[in-house]
């Protein structure tokens, strides 16, 4: 069975720059796992963020971008804000069926 | 503008049924896939299923294959996910989800709650 993993949580100061990363137990993940990332903000539901490793949506803001970095999907999140402090999941496409990843709990501090 | 917005949640016995719908609005519902997304309380993300624009193609998480089963009236622009022999471990938020024409996820109802309890 395929487990997508993540980071459990990171912190990062205001200003910073962060990377999150998600892996895939059966392999390297690349531009045909499709990697989504998604925000989700307590008791709301989850916003969409990127698509197929690096497309942003119309209202991502800029400093969110998507890459393939060393085998594993990549969502760096440059001059952090304090908004920014919130839940982040990676969706995988794995045998044609998606995958969510376990989640990073992302703390501006 | 996108909306989507889940009904028919609640509260149900364990091995009993339910029928979630989704109402799509402000697209042509017709063109996308669609999808089932939950949360359980306090976990993180599962995806659930998925369905073709025409029906042609359906694809579930192992753990609902031969409960769950998903379906769309494109004629109503409306998404079905009918839940039968739920278990306590079904209970969670349950999102109807846009499928983007590159592979993916875009648009998200508000969700609907499914509680699964004696």
């Known amino acids: 069975q395929t487990v997508v993993t993540q980071e459990p949580s990171l912190t990062v100061s205001p200003g910073g720059t962060v990377s999150l990363t998600c892996a895939c137990t059966?392999?390297?993940?690349?531009?045909?796992?499709?990697p989504n990332w998604f925000q989700q903000e307590p008791g709301q539901a989850p916003r969409s963020l990127i698509y197929s490793t690096n497309n942003k949506h119309s209202w991502t803001p800029a400093r969110f971008s998507g890459s393939l970095l060393g085998g594993k999907a990549a969502l760096t999140l440059s001059a952090v804000q304090p908004e920014d402090e919130a839940d982040y999941y990676c969706?995988?496409?794995?045998?044609?069926?998606?995958?969510f990843g376990g989640g990073t709990k992302l703390t501006v501090l | 503008e996108v909306q989507l917005v889940e009904s028919g949640g609640g509260l149900v016995q364990p091995g009993g049924s339910l029928r979630l719908s989704c109402e799509a609005s402000g697209f042509t519902f017709s063109s996308y896939w669609m999808n089932w997304v939950r949360q359980a309380p306090g976990k993180g993300l599962e995806w659930v299923a998925n369905?073709?624009?025409?029906?042609?193609?359906?694809g579930y998480v192992d753990s609902v294959k031969g409960r769950f089963t998903t379906s769309r009236d494109n004629a109503k622009n409306s998404l079905y996910l009918q839940m039968n022999s739920l278990r306590a471990e079904d209970t969670a938020v349950y999102y109807c989800?846009?499928?983007?024409?590159?592979?993916?996820?875009?648009?998200w109802g508000q969700g609907i709650l499914v509680t699964v309890s004696s």
């Open positions: 989800v846009r499928g983007t024409p590159s592979p993916g996820l875009d648009y």
């Open positions: 369905i073709k624009e025409d029906e042609s193609e359906k």
């Open positions: 969706l995988l496409s794995c045998d044609g069926a998606w995958v």
């Open positions: 059966t392999g390297p993940v690349t531009s045909g796992s499709y």
